[in-house]
């Protein structure tokens, strides 16, 4: 059985795809994404997607690791097990800076990484766009725009007939096959 | 920019214009001869695509056997004992500290590379970054063996790790050994972190276009699913950018503390405030030396003329002249310090690097350091690829000499001359270090087999088909 997904249009260059994208934008589509070889500068305000928020879970990471480095050198050097050192005090924000200052940049780029992983439903091996026949061309040197059959505005004919006026080609319905 | 420019050309009247002969601006391409996108994926993806050629296997097995000099040291030490280095009292660090400083150093070029001139816009960095970082992971790696085994009972290395073990004691949070751990484990793991998210994308292009079973399998499971999407480059650019922000602190603060292994401790010629800056300079020093080494012949070999440039190698050597002559700079400070402090003993540890038993270690450091990079302000020798080669080989040498200097010098003279000695590594010390160059390699070699050697999408970011705008931003 066959389930359709959407309908996919390719360009030919960063400029033509940016062209198109504020098209379909003004037009009205929400269900809708651009597929490029390279982040395309400015392609984000076409679309009218907002900032990222991968630096939420940077943020996170990095006060988990702060924490975590103050509250081991407390508890190991000066709670659980007090260590005398020159007659310094057990404990003090000073002397342990160094493992902190990494901590805390360690778990802020874990935290970056799976927050990009986690912002961009990653990992998902299967999605109905790698069922396109020349997917693998926008990985290379074309792009993309893929209206998705969700999309409340999506009509077959209307929708095709509108990537064609943008300046899209080769229109290609993507199907999704299930067994 | 073309308004700004036919604005001026108006305001200035012909005849003055004649007279004054105005420079043009010649801005050189980063990807040379006009090529297209599909070059690029052609050629990046070709290295890896292609039949094993007959020289990496050769290049692959003389690593191996370069390698298994490690093995051999190491196990002999590990079953003998520590004491089978030239370590002695006074010099307790010996090779050991000099390795681990030279490879930790180099690996900072990569990370200078993917995170600094990142965050700097520098353009150029783009076809040398994806190598630069391998060889960022793989220096660390080979930094790592030193310490690990100086500590005499490897088994025990995890004893530096704040976990709990039977004798219920944890580690001692005030020593610069101990933030070393904190300082090298994280580097090594967020350096892997970068330089594996930067792949992602380079991924998923190899899998798209894999054709074996198993290439397809494992490029699609390290690649994510990554499909190119805006929203995923979106996210992929922030995190890009914010790993960039977060390695650029991390690789100035571990070499900063792999100096306060030095600085730290009370002994002259050792108690400076210079080092962290001057440690850093030295280690991106070293580390562009590596990074020309390795690239140069790469460049010859996969004939990527078009990509990595003269401006590339021009720059390079730009950075390498810049921080040798900050090096340069660190090393005449010192002696004027120790001049100026007018501490004896200071004064005796500076004299006696110049001029005392390791004279030999000092000079061919001055020489390979100081002297060698400023050869780099000729245009004649920027030109000249195998001399530029030639002189990155003798700045990696340099800033081996030069931790060795550091290190070696100061025990042998110890504050008694009845303590005094003398260092000379043994059998097992040379084997040691001279496996790790194959270790390295194998690495090294197994990264330019299966893994894109440049980062194809950003570097055609930096064409001019990117330019969404036609030229008018």
């Known amino acids: 059985m066959d389930i359709k997904y959407g309908l996919s249009a390719s360009f030919n260059s960063a400029k033509d795809l940016y062209d198109a994208a504020g098209k379909v934008r003004e037009e009205g589509y929400k269900e809708w994404e651009c597929y490029t070889p390279i982040p395309v500068h400015g392609l984000d305000a076409q679309m009218g997607v907002g900032r990222s928020k991968v630096p939420c879970f940077t943020l996170i990471g990095g006060i988990t690791g702060f924490c975590t480095g103050m509250l081991i050198v407390w508890y190991m050097n000066s709670f659980d097990y007090p260590l005398i050192v020159g007659g310094k005090p057990y404990f003090s924000p000073i002397f342990p800076f160094p493992v902190f200052y990494e901590l805390t940049i360690l778990f802020a780029a874990f935290g970056t990484l799976f927050g990009m992983f986690f912002l961009n439903r990653l990992p998902r091996h299967n999605h109905p766009v790698f069922e396109h026949p020349s997917f693998g061309r926008t990985g290379d040197d074309k792009y993309m725009i893929v209206i998705e059959i969700e999309d409340p505005k999506f009509d077959e004919e209307e929708t095709k007939n509108f990537l064609k006026d943008v300046g899209g080609k080769s229109i290609t319905l993507i199907r999704e096959t299930i067994e | ?473």
């Open chain 2, 1 to 473: 920019m073309s308004t700004t420019k036919t604005e001026l050309k108006e305001e200035i009247p012909a005849d003055v214009l004649k007279k004054i002969k105005p420079a043009k601006w010649v801005d050189t391409p980063l990807v040379l001869n006009k090529r297209n996108f599909h070059w690029v994926t052609e050629k990046i993806c070709g290295i890896v695509e292609q039949k094993t050629p007959t020289w990496w296997w050769w290049c692959f097995i003389t690593a191996m056997c370069i390698a298994s000099f490690t093995g051999l040291g190491l196990v002999y030490l590990v079953s003998t004992g520590v004491g089978v280095w030239g370590n002695n009292n006074p010099v307790n660090w010996g090779w050991a500290i000099v390795n681990f400083v030279f490879w930790i150093g180099i690996g900072h070029a990569g990370t200078l590379i993917s995170a600094i001139l990142c965050l700097l816009k520098q353009k150029w960095r783009t076809s040398i970054n994806r190598a630069s970082e391998a060889m960022t992971v793989f220096a660390v790696m080979c930094a790592g063996i030193f310490p690990l085994f100086h500590v005499g009972r490897v088994w025990f290395a995890w004893w530096l790790f704040p976990l709990p073990n039977a004798n219920a004691i944890w580690p001692q949070f005030r020593s610069p050994l101990e933030w070393d751990v904190f300082a090298v484990s994280t580097y090594f793991t967020v350096s892997i972190l970068f330089w594996y998210m930067g792949m992602i994308p380079d991924l998923a292009v190899l899998r798209d276009r894999a054709k074996e079973t198993w290439r397809k399998y494992l490029y699609g499971v390290f690649a994510m699913g990554w499909r190119n999407a805006n929203n995923h480059w979106r996210n992929f650019e922030m995190a890009y950018l914010l790993l960039a922000g977060l390695s650029t602190p991390l690789v100035l603060s571990v070499h900063t503390i792999v100096s306060f292994d030095f600085a730290v401790a009370n002994l002259p010629g050792w108690h400076t405030t210079i080092f962290p800056p001057y440690f850093v300079a030295g280690a991106i020093f070293s580390g562009f030396g590596m990074v020309l080494t390795l690239l140069l012949p790469l460049r010859a070999i996969f004939g990527l003329h078009d990509l990595i440039t003269q401006k590339h190698i021009d720059n390079m050597c730009k950075i390498i002249l810049a921080t040798g002559s900050m090096v340069g700079y660190a090393y005449s400070m010192e002696f004027f310090i120790a001049w100026y402090g007018a501490n004896s003993y200071e004064g005796f540890a500076f004299i006696n690097r110049a001029f005392g038993n390791y004279w030999w270690a000092y000079w061919i450091m001055i020489s390979c350091n100081v002297i060698c990079p400023q050869l780099f302000w000729f245009k004649k020798i920027k030109d000249n690829i195998p001399l530029v080669w030639i002189i990155s080989i003798f700045v990696n040498v340099g800033m081996w000499f030069e931790r060795f200097v550091i290190a070696n010098t100061t025990l042998s003279r110890d504050f008694l001359p009845s303590s005094w000695g003398y260092y000379s590594p043994t059998v097992v010390d040379i084997f040691t270090f001279f496996g790790t160059f194959g270790f390295f390699s194998i690495l090294f070699l197994l990264f330019l087999r299966f893994l894109p050697l440049m980062p194809m999408a950003e570097v055609k970011s930096v064409m001019p088909q990117a330019d969404p705008h036609g030229g008018k931003h």
